[in-house]
């Protein structure tokens, strides 16, 4: 089916793990974004990238890798989870910047 | 980046037509104005994108003054399905709108 997917959809992992959350697209856009969003708050922008192997630092860049080998995904690494990383991460891609869509979210827990 | 105010919640009744402003005081000339849509647990959802003038789709309308320094998003004749919460971007369309700030929101409410 056409859109954008993400998984897991629920993770829950330990202080120190390394931990991968996949976004797929199926649109052939050129942007795709990763957000995280925690409990009451507005959405804030990690990485993005404007086509494959082209990304670039959002606002809360630390302690996450992105790769983008290929245009359709857009996976998002915590290189050792830490607990404030505990949050609602969602991927989104566009053709135009401005206009995004998003996936349903991943929810992840850092005990 | 131009930064957005909205005030952070709102209450309405069903049936009532709903306006939530956004100040962007330091827009520039090649940005566009977006609104999301988030209902919980869900991922935002564009609603609707203007420049200058008046833009209209089936969902909402967006006004937007000739100084562009502020923006109205109106939703008519609300229902309760419309309770969520509303993020106005400021950003350029083609290039730089990737870098765009959501921000806290407005929370709409709407009651019976």
């Known amino acids: 089916d056409a859109g954008i997917t993400q998984s897991p959809r629920y993770k829950i992992t330990e202080t120190g793990r390394q931990v991968t959350l996949m976004c797929h697209q199926t649109?052939?856009?050129?942007?795709m974004f990763w957000y995280r969003q925690d409990l009451g708050h507005g959405l804030r922008l990690i990485y993005y990238s404007a086509a494959a192997d082209i990304t670039d630092k959002g606002e809360v860049p630390d302690g996450y890798v992105v790769s983008r080998s290929k245009t359709e995904n857009f996976p998002l690494t915590l290189e050792s989870a830490t607990r404030s990383q505990t949050s609602v991460y969602f991927c989104?891609?566009?053709?135009?910047?401005?206009?995004?869509?998003f996936g349903p979210g991943t929810r992840l827990t850092v005990l | 980046l131009a930064k957005t105010t909205q005030p952070i919640s709102m209450d309405s009744y069903e049936g009532q037509e709903v306006n939530i402003t956004c100040s962007h005081n330091n827009i520039a000339t090649n940005d566009y104005i977006t609104w999301y849509q988030q209902f919980p647990s869900q991922g935002p959802r564009f609603i609707i994108q203007g420049y200058k003038t008046k833009v209209t789709n089936e969902v909402a309308s967006l006004f937007i003054p000739a100084d562009r320094k502020s923006s109205t998003l109106s939703l008519p004749r609300v229902s309760l399905s419309d309770t969520a919460v509303y993020y106005c971007?400021?950003?350029?369309?083609?290039?730089?709108?990737?870098?765009?700030?959501f921000g806290a929101g407005t929370r709409l409410f709407v009651k019976a």
């Open positions: 989104a891609s566009s053709a135009r910047a401005n206009e995004q869509f």
């Open positions: 971007l400021v950003g350029d369309k083609q290039t730089g709108g990737f870098k765009t700030i």
């Open positions: 649109w052939s856009h050129s942007y």
